[in-house]
């Protein structure tokens, strides 16, 4: 499925919606509906049990949102915190100067593909996609070409470079894609924080910054969380909170917001010893993902090739989007950059006193660092289907259905009254329903034939629907329906919610 069937899904379904959609909508912010905020606390859960949990050494926080401006001096996020910022003067459109460099490489890239497809088409099953793209003279050149651009940029960033940025616009003839012209203005570096006002404090001493990440929260708290729960290193704070970004492009629906959510991870560690732990992280993170059902494929690890300032080694897990494989979560090693400098700003001490080595020292961090939404949107993406599927009369018929871990799926299950005007059916349908609510999020529906009902589960994602039928009256017993294979089996209603209980279990995933 693409990104348009995605959107048109979670709005139909009560998934997701665009923000103030009365008012034509507000760009990159979203509101969760009925069955998102059940999926997105879901996904919540599963990540605070398996990092706080599951693990005796690492504890949560729930930091506030503003803080102290300082705070982003210290990080680095009031100088640097900056994307390179181009404008098209006859389309008066704005774009990042980095990512239009990019597209120009992709371009190439797409050149390189449609080569290959053709010789593929033309060699059949002898065809060698590796030797072919090592060997054939034009694919040789195009990847150079692409190499010079990706290196000619990320030297151009890392030394903040825009007068080259806008070089390699002119030189490359890079385009608007919305006007096409190269009518381009100079790049400039924008500052991705929003900043608000203090109400009791004027100009510039009350301005403070909405946090563009959960992170700093985590280390301004360090001594005291490590002093109130007897931590001792290597230990972990986690946060799960809201963070905000004036994304000069947002762009793919609830990828790249202005207002999202991150879950974020700081493991302190002995200096020195954080290679290892960003080891650990690395494949404990990937197992959290797998363990979801994903497909190994549709997950991979990205070694940063430009390392931030702070971090001294980087890694993302990309996952395959409808638009192909981009960042999901974030690892790095952030040594001990952060802590330094709060404690070089604040004056006061951020250091641990490690017993067996019987010495001072200010910890390193490995950060693990996760958008909510993101991830979202790869589950979302990941489980949505059009299946053929025989329907009652047992012809063919499509059914759109969202396969998500049951563990995660909104609903865990849907009680339907075989018909809705019969009183007896109806009622002991409700008292199934009202039997089960304590236990799980069910829903129970009524309204039109069985094989539609059947159809507005699958398609927000219920593992299991009951059916009460005449049967049931006589006893006690129900059909249960399973949403992936579709098997029908009859079981006791005192039995429902262990039924139900071994796949929906979120534990079980731990
Ligand atoms: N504390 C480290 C940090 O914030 P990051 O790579 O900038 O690192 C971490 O962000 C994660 O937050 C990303 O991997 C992504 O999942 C999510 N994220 C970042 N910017 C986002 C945006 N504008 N919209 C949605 N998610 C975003």
Request: aromatic share 10%.
């Amino acid at each position: 499925m693409d990104i348009k069937d995605i959107i048109s899904h979670s709005k139909e379904y009560g998934f997701i919606f665009q923000s103030s959609e009365i008012y034509d909508g507000l760009s990159a912010a979203y509101d969760y509906g009925p069955y998102g905020v059940e999926l997105k606390n879901n996904i919540k859960q599963y990540w605070w049990k398996s990092m706080v949990q599951m693990h005796e050494n690492i504890v949560g926080i729930d930091a506030a949102i503003f803080m102290h401006p300082k705070t982003w001096k210290a990080s680095g996020h009031v100088d640097a915190f900056n994307d390179p910022l181009i404008d098209n003067k006859d389309s008066k459109k704005r774009y990042r100067a980095d990512q239009l460099i990019e597209g120009y490489a992709e371009k190439i890239e797409a050149k390189i593909q449609k080569d290959v497809d053709k010789a593929k088409s033309r060699f059949g099953d002898a065809f060698d996609e590796q030797q072919f793209r090592t060997t054939n003279d034009r694919i040789i050149a195009r990847q150079n070409e692409i190499d010079a651009v990706m290196k000619r940029l990320g030297n151009a960033m890392r030394e903040g470079n825009m007068d080259e940025l806008k070089t390699m616009i002119d030189e490359y003839g890079i385009v608007c894609p919305e006007s096409g012209s190269r009518n381009w203005t100079e790049v400039r570096q924008f500052n991705l924080m929003f900043s608000t006002q203090l109400g009791n404090i004027a100009g510039e001493e009350g301005k403070l910054y909405l946090r563009p990440e959960t992170a700093q929260g985590i280390f301004v708290n360090f001594l005291n969380v490590q002093k109130s729960t007897r931590q001792k290193i290597p230990f972990g704070i986690a946060q799960i909170g809201k963070a905000f970004r004036n994304e000069i492009v947002a762009r793919q629906f609830i990828f790249r917001m202005r207002e999202f959510e991150q879950m974020e991870m700081q493991f302190f560690v002995r200096p020195g010893e954080e290679m290892q732990w960003y080891e650990y992280w690395k494949e404990a993170r990937l197992k959290w993902h797998k363990a979801l059902g994903t497909d190994a494929s549709k997950l991979r690890f990205h070694d940063h090739d430009n390392l931030a300032h702070y971090a001294n080694a980087a890694v993302d897990i990309e996952f395959e989007f409808p638009f192909g494989f981009r960042e999901l979560e974030g690892i790095h090693s952030r040594t001990d950059f952060d802590l330094s400098q709060h404690q070089e700003l604040s004056g006061k001490k951020l250091q641990f006193f490690d017993p067996e080595l019987n010495e001072n020292y200010v910890p390193y961090v490995v950060e693990t660092s996760i958008g909510c939404d993101r991830m979202f949107l790869a589950q979302l993406s990941n489980a949505l289907q059009e299946e053929a599927v025989p329907d009652a009369e047992g012809n063919e018929s499509t059914r759109t259905v969202l396969k998500l871990h049951p563990a995660l799926a909104p609903v865990k299950i849907a009680v339907l009254p075989l018909l809705k005007n019969k009183e007896e059916l109806t009622n002991a349908a409700t008292d199934v329903f009202n039997s089960l609510k304590k236990h799980f999020n069910v829903q129970y529906d009524e309204k039109d034939a069985i094989g539609r009902r059947y159809r507005r589960q699958d398609a927000i994602g219920t593992p299991y629907c009951v059916t009460i039928d005449f049967d049931t009256l006589e006893d006690n017993s129900v059909t249960i329906r399973d949403r992936d294979t579709l098997e029908q089996v009859r079981i006791p209603i005192d039995r429902i919610a262990d039924h139900v209980r071994v796949k929906t279990d979120i534990n079980e995933l731990l």
